[in-house]
């Protein structure tokens, strides 16, 4: 089973919402913190939100705090990008990835897995 598979990338318009999805093979989704990482062209990959394995822990980056929200739920073995007022900055390859702890996912250690990613572009 793949470890991690994203979903639900697409066009939106500026200030519009989309929620991304990552489906979790049930050995990475237990033992493994979550999170989303973003490339935008021509830029390096970089940290966007990560959830701990008991949801207890989130971190976000700056410029997504209090837009993007990140959720978990077992049922599922899912890992929810929820992104609201949406900007053209936005505009990204969005990957899900799983790593030891929120703190290694935002610290920039090397997650264990990574999604294949989904593009998401907003215009303006």
């Known amino acids: 089973q793949v470890p991690l598979a994203e979903s639900g990338g697409g066009l939106a318009q500026a200030g519009g919402s989309l929620r991304l999805s990552c489906a979790a093979s049930p050995s990475t989704f237990t033992r493994y913190a979550l999170g989303w990482f973003r490339q935008a062209p021509g830029k390096e990959r970089e940290f966007v939100a990560a959830i701990s394995r008991g949801g207890g822990s989130i971190a976000y980056q700056d410029s997504v705090r209090g837009r993007f929200t990140i959720s978990r739920t077992g049922a599922k073995n899912t890992v929810y990008l929820q992104m609201n007022s949406l900007e053209p900055e936005d505009t990204a390859v969005y990957y899900c990835?799983?790593?030891?702890?929120?703190?290694?996912?935002?610290?920039?250690?090397?997650?264990?897995?990574w999604g294949q990613g989904t593009q998401v572009t907003v215009s303006s």
């Open positions: 990835a799983a790593g030891p702890s929120t703190a290694t996912l935002r610290g920039g250690v090397s997650p264990a897995y």
